[in-house]
C-alpha cells in the first residue's frame, strides 16, 4: 500500500498542471489534486494495470474536474465592449475571467505544452463547455486518441472527434490572432522590454511609457487588482485610452510612488507592483505582460493577493 501511495504522488506535479488547465484557478487545482490522489487510493483495488498508473490517473483527475464544475457551474463576465475598427485583436470581454489564476513558472516546470498554460489560452478555454473543454484538453495538449478520451469520458470515440471538432473552433475564435513565442526564461529582447518598462513606471516617465505601449495594447483588471473596485472586471484597449486611465497615478496631486518587482507566470513576464501608503510600500497589483515584437501588447491585471503564490510579502520591508 506505501508503494501505491508513493508511485501516485510522484504524478502530483503534472496533475496539478491538469486540473489547472481545466479550471483556470491555482487554488481550486490543488484542492482537485488533493480530491483525485483520496479518489485513487479509495479505488485503488479497481486498477488492473491494463492502464498505465499515470493515465488511470489523469481520467480520475479528470472526472473529479467535471464532477466540481458540475457542483459549482460558472457564468463569464457579459460587458458591453466596442469595437477596436482595423484590429486583429478584436475585443474579448472575457481577456479577465474572474476566477483566473496566474502562477510562476517554477510551479508549472517541464510539465507544460507549448501555449496551453499562457493566460490568453486559458481565458479562452473557459468558454469551452466543461465536457468540451476536458476533451480538447486530452487530445490536443495530452495526445490521447480518440478511443482513449472517449474511455475516460464514457463515451464513443465518433462523439469525441465531434466534440473535439467543435471546440477546436470555438477555442479558435476566443484567441487572440497575435501568438508570443513561448520561453521558459524570455529572449533578451523581452528582458529589455521589461526593464524599460519597469523604470518608466518607477519614474513617471510617460514619454518612455508611451513609447513602449502597441498602438492596440489591451488591459484588464480582475476586480480588486491595481485599483479597480468593481466586482466586474474592467477592460480598455488602445493606447490613448490606457496613458489616460494610468495618468492619475503618474501625475499630478494623486501621483504614487512605484516599486516593482520582476517575475514570471505562466511563460509570461510578470510585475510584482507595490505603491507607498503610510510610508510603506504595500502590494497593489500582479501585472502580466503579453509582448509583441518589442512592445508591449497586453496587461493583465490581478489582485496583490496572488502575490503569495510568488513568494512576494504584502509589505516590502525598507531599502
Not at 1 to 14: G, L, P, Q, V
Not at 101 to 109: A, T
Not at 148 to 171: C, F, M, Y
Not at 179 to 184: G, I, P, Y
Request: a negative charge; aromatic letters at 8%.
Amino acid at each position: 500500500m506505501t508503494d501505491f501511495a508513493t508511485e501516485t504522488e510522484t504524478h502530483r506535479h503534472e496533475l496539478r498542471v491538469h486540473c489547472y488547465r481545466l479550471l483556470g484557478s491555482f487554488d481550486e487545482a490543488e484542492d482537485l489534486v488533493q480530491e483525485t490522489l483520496l479518489r485513487a487510493w479509495r479505488g485503488r483495488g479497481t486498477y488492473d494495470g491494463r492502464a498505465s498508473l499515470r493515465a488511470w490517473l489523469y481520467r480520475i483527475a479528470t472526472n473529479a474536474c467535471l464532477d466540481h464544475l458540475d457542483a459549482h457551474p460558472r457564468e463569464l463576465p457579459v460587458l458591453d465592449l466596442p469595437s477596436t475598427p482595423g484590429s486583429d485583436l478584436a475585443p474579448r470581454p472575457d481577456v479577465a475571467v474572474p476566477w483566473l489564476q496566474p502562477v510562476p513558472d517554477d510551479v508549472l516546470g517541464e510539465v507544460v505544452a507549448r501555449e496551453t498554460v499562457e493566460l490568453a489560452f486559458l481565458a479562452a478555454i473557459q468558454h469551452l463547455s466543461p465536457r468540451r473543454r476536458a476533451a480538447v484538453v486530452l487530445r490536443d495538449v495530452l495526445g490521447w486518441s480518440a478511443r482513449e478520451t472517449a474511455a475516460a469520458l464514457g463515451t464513443t470515440p465518433a462523439s469525441i472527434n465531434t466534440t473535439v471538432l467543435r471546440g477546436r473552433a470555438e477555442l479558435k475564435e476566443h484567441l487572440p490572432a497575435r501568438r508570443t513565442e513561448w520561453s521558459a526564461s524570455g529572449s533578451d529582447e523581452e528582458r529589455a522590454v521589461v526593464a524599460r518598462y519597469m523604470a518608466a513606471l518607477v519614474e513617471h516617465d510617460e514619454a518612455a511609457f508611451a513609447e513602449l505601449l502597441r498602438e492596440d495594447v489591451r488591459c484588464s483588471h480582475a476586480p480588486g487588482a491595481g485599483g479597480h473596485v468593481g466586482a466586474e472586471p474592467a477592460w480598455y484597449a488602445g493606447r490613448t485610452d490606457v496613458l489616460e486611465g494610468w495618468a492619475p497615478a503618474l501625475r499630478g496631486p494623486d501621483a504614487v510612488a512605484f516599486r516593482v518587482l520582476a517575475t514570471r507566470a505562466n511563460g509570461l513576464p510578470a510585475l510584482a507592483t507595490y505603491v507607498r501608503r503610510d510610508g510603506e510600500f504595500r502590494a497593489f497589483a500582479l501585472n502580466v505582460l503579453r509582448i509583441d515584437q518589442g512592445t508591449v501588447a497586453e496587461v493583465t491585471t490581478f489582485a496583490p493577493t496572488m502575490l503569495r503564490l510568488f513568494e512576494f510579502p504584502q509589505v516590502l520591508p525598507p531599502e
